[in-house]
Every structure is written in C-alpha cells, then in structure tokens.
C-alpha cells in the first residue's frame, strides 16, 4: 500500500536553532512531493514541491526540503527557526493521479 | 487574486440530517478536490473534479457525493449525516489538476454532527 509517514507527531525547537520534519515515502512510480503548513483556524498553504532535477528545493518563508531517493525521504529544513513557524506541516504525495497526505507534523518555537 | 473560498464556515447539523458544502475555486482554477481533516485520520482525500467531471474518489461511502458547476464553483453534500462525519471540510483549486500543481486551500468549513 502506498503510504507517507512523519514519525513525529511533533517537533520542539529553541528560536534561532536550524529545524528539521521528517517525512518518508513508499509509493509505486516517480512520486511528486510537496510540503504545506496549517496556521489555526485555517487551510493548508504551499511551501515547496520537488518533482525532478536538484535534491534541494527552496520554498517560501526560507524553507528548505531535502529530497534523497535511496532513503525515500523528503525533510523539510530551516536553518534558523522562527516563533512563528509554529504551525502544523503536511508532507503530500502524488503518484498516479492520487495524493497522500502525511498525519502532520505540529512544530512548536520556543522563544 | 481572491483565494479559495469555503462557506459556511461553521456548521452544527444532527445526526440524520443532510449538510452541502460550497467552495468557490480561486479565478482560472478548473480543479477542485475536497479533503476530510480529523484529528484521528489526518488528512484524507474525498474527491477531485475538473470541468464539471469527476476524475479521481477516495474511499468514502457513498453518502458523500460532490459536483462541479461549469463555473468551477464545486458543492460537496454528505447525506445521512453520522457522528463521526465531525471534522473540518477543505476544498483546494488548481489550475490543471496535474501532478505538478500545487493545491490552493480554503480555510475549511466545520462540520458539527450531534
């Protein structure tokens, strides 16, 4: 079955350190992969995609995702968090004309 | 540009009862897909229209059904409502629907089944 996991269902991180969400894939077929993060109280918004080409996608808000296929994964970084980062991330899987949703992952800056 | 647009915002109906979603895609948007968010489930894909047809489902029962009007303007209905139908409702645009095309979200509509 395919499937996205994010193994942590929540990241802590101190203002100013780098940050990273894990997110890990097992789907048939050359995935496109995209990160989205939830504000309360509101709907998903778009940070990056990777569909082909450099491992390293850069997207909005100095994020940063780093794709590596022999590990099947696509984590999402920031060198230097801010508070209000705090939020919760999706990672998205589309292969095949569906897409898959990790469970999120809820980020928590602390000052 | 004017985004996604979901109303109502809030809805509380009984157990029983029928509810219909709307979602107004953001303008030049022909595909509009709809989402299930649960705290327990996470996110999970309802359906997908583009140009009134519907091209992808997920695996709900059919109590949930969707349409698209020939504006791109797109309603969900969800029938004989259940208990554990509760959940926040997010319809997304895209230009094409393609694989590379990132999905534009509402800010949901949420469901209340008592």
């Known amino acids: 079955a395919q499937s996205v996991a994010q193994p942590e269902d929540q990241v802590n991180v101190a203002e100013g350190n780098p940050l990273t969400v894990k997110c890990t894939y097992s789907?048939?077929?050359?995935?496109?992969l995209f990160w989205y993060v939830q504000y309360p109280n509101r709907g998903l918004q778009f940070l990056l995609k990777?569909?082909?080409?450099?491992?390293l996608v850069k997207g909005s808000y100095g994020f940063e995702a780093e794709f590596n296929k022999s590990q099947t994964s696509f984590h999402l970084k920031k060198p230097s968090a801010l508070v209000s980062d705090s939020a919760l991330y999706f990672c998205?899987?589309?292969?095949?004309?569906?897409?898959?949703f990790g469970k999120g992952t809820r980020l928590h800056i602390l000052p | 540009k004017a985004g996604v647009t979901q109303t109502p915002r809030y809805l509380i109906k009984t157990r029983g009862q029928q509810v219909t979603l709307s979602c107004s895609p953001i303008?030049?948007?022909?595909?509009v897909s709809w989402y299930q968010q649960t705290p327990g489930q996470g996110l999970q894909f309802l359906f997908e229209?583009?140009?009134?047809?519907?091209?992808n489902k997920g695996n709900f029962p059919g109590r949930f059904s969707g349409r698209q009007f020939s504006n791109s303007r797109s309603e969900m209905n969800v029938s004989t409502l259940e208990l554990g139908d509760s959940a926040l409702y997010l319809c997304?645009?895209?230009?094409?629907?393609?694989?590379?095309?990132?999905?534009?979200f509402g800010n949901g509509t949420r469901l209340t089944v008592t």
């Open positions: 997304a645009s895209s230009s094409t629907g393609g694989a590379f095309s990132p999905l534009h």
């Open positions: 789907v048939s077929g050359n995935p496109y």
């Open positions: 990777y569909i082909t080409g450099d491992n």
């Open positions: 998205a899987v589309r292969v095949n004309d569906k897409i898959i």
């Open positions: 303008s030049g948007h022909r595909s």
């Open positions: 229209y583009f140009s009134e047809t519907q091209r």
